[in-house]
């Protein structure tokens, strides 16, 4: 019979803090338990800059997960962002002895370890090694190398880093709570999981996840993940430009550019004006509709343009087009700049739909926490009888290995 195990994930984001709890089966199904939210404090851009006001955040998500899966939270896969993430794919080589002909797991390994044997910055750890592909005797695209024959083993790998101190601060945050951190997962390849179907990333197709602080991104060709970043630069930002512009404070600016602001401003009828209120009711003034627009389309343009300019020379192969999900893709109009920005297809995709409390979360805002259920469940699919120590591998005693307490 299928066998069953239940998961959390935490998304520390620049908005919103949210622990999610899913149930995962053997067969792929996911049920959605429990989800705990609060507002953040404590962070900009994706990164942690005051500890104990995250932790407070962190603990009130928490209990609010607890109380609604019904499940005691200990455990949990933590979805990290950044713009000190980067990303570069690199190939090992290595040749079997002369007396072997079969491919072997520590084969596999030491194809691995050449891969990751790149120059990164001193001060970068490793956060991901994703498989793209094997290459046997010159042949590509081979999935699995164990127990073929073959003289020399390729493995071509999509390497992603980032610094080791703003990584570790994250996992010693969570920590401290306390809580236990089962793995480290860059954000956009956990959402990834539950946007795009496996035919999406076998056609190519640029996931976009447009949050408050950040804008990241993941890339696939031909089914394998190609590019991966962070833009640091977010739904915040054209707030602060609304806010800016008009003079006004940025929680009015917020509301303003969520209620009636468009990133879309040539087609609003000529004279258009908006009334710009504060919380009792009492009206400020007002401001032409198509200049509030036009403020919003120049910061969501310059957004998309930067990750445009990251995968350049992948647009031509996205036969699946561009996919946004994150709290910002629900902004009006940001499909049609997005569509003008890469000149392809978009999508506007939240999470994919799993039983349980399903209705609410499959916002698009909650594609990355709920994305990591998924990436767990893969994770272990893929390592099932390893001991939970082994399953952390050589990338989390990295990066555990100088967290002080």
Do not use: W
Not at 107 to 118: F, L, N, Q
Not at 170 to 175: E, S
Not at 269 to 275: A, F, H, N, T, Y
């Amino acid at each position: 019979m299928a066998r069953s195990t239940i998961y959390a994930g935490l998304e520390i984001g620049t908005h919103k803090i949210c622990v999610v709890v899913g149930e995962a089966k053997r067969d792929g199904a996911i049920k959605i338990l429990g989800v705990g939210q609060a507002p953040s404090r404590g962070v900009r851009k994706g990164e942690i800059v005051d500890f104990e006001k995250v932790q407070t955040c962190v603990n009130d998500a928490l209990v609010r997960a607890e109380d609604r899966s019904d499940v005691m939270i200990r455990n949990v896969f933590l979805g990290v962002t950044g713009a000190h993430i980067e990303s570069l794919n690199n190939r090992g080589r290595h040749r079997l002895p002369d007396d072997q002909t079969e491919i072997t797991e520590d084969d596999v390994e030491e194809a691995k370890e050449i891969a990751r044997s790149v120059s990164i910055p001193q001060s970068n750890v490793f956060l991901h090694s994703v498989t793209r592909q094997y290459i046997v005797d010159g042949v590509e695209a081979v999935r699995q190398p164990i127990g073929r024959e073959g003289r020399v083993l390729e493995a071509d790998y999509h390497i992603i880093h980032g610094i080791r101190g703003r990584v570790q601060n994250a996992i010693r945050c969570v920590r401290e709570i306390p809580l236990e951190v089962e793995d480290v997962v860059f954000n956009p390849v956990a959402a990834a999981q539950v946007v795009l179907t496996r035919e999406a990333k076998m056609q190519g197709a640029l996931m976009i996840d447009f949050g408050a602080g950040t804008c990241d991104y993941v890339l696939y060709e031909d089914g394998m993940i190609t590019a991966s970043g962070c833009v640091p630069l977010g739904g915040d930002h054209i707030t602060n430009d609304v806010a800016m512009a008009l003079q006004i404070p940025n929680g009015r600016a917020e509301r303003l550019k969520v209620e009636e602001g468009s990133v879309l401003y040539e087609e609003v009828p000529e004279g258009e004006m908006l009334s710009i209120e504060d919380d009792t009711g009492l009206i400020l003034g007002e401001v032409e509709r198509a200049f509030l627009n036009e403020v919003m389309n120049l910061r969501t343009r310059e957004i998309l343009t930067q990750v445009r300019v990251r995968v350049e020379e992948h647009l031509g192969r996205l036969g699946a087009g561009v996919y946004l999900t994150g709290g910002v893709s629900l902004m009006k109009g940001v499909d049609a700049v997005a569509r003008e920005v890469f000149g392809t297809k978009v999508t506007r995709a939240g999470s994919a739909p799993v039983s349980g409390i399903t209705a609410t979360f499959e916002n698009p805002q909650y594609s990355a926490p709920i994305g990591l259920i998924r990436y767990a469940q893969i994770l272990d699919s893929e390592k099932p009888f390893l001991s939970p120590l082994k399953r952390l591998g050589r990338r989390m005693q990295e990066l555990l290995s100088s967290v002080t307490f």
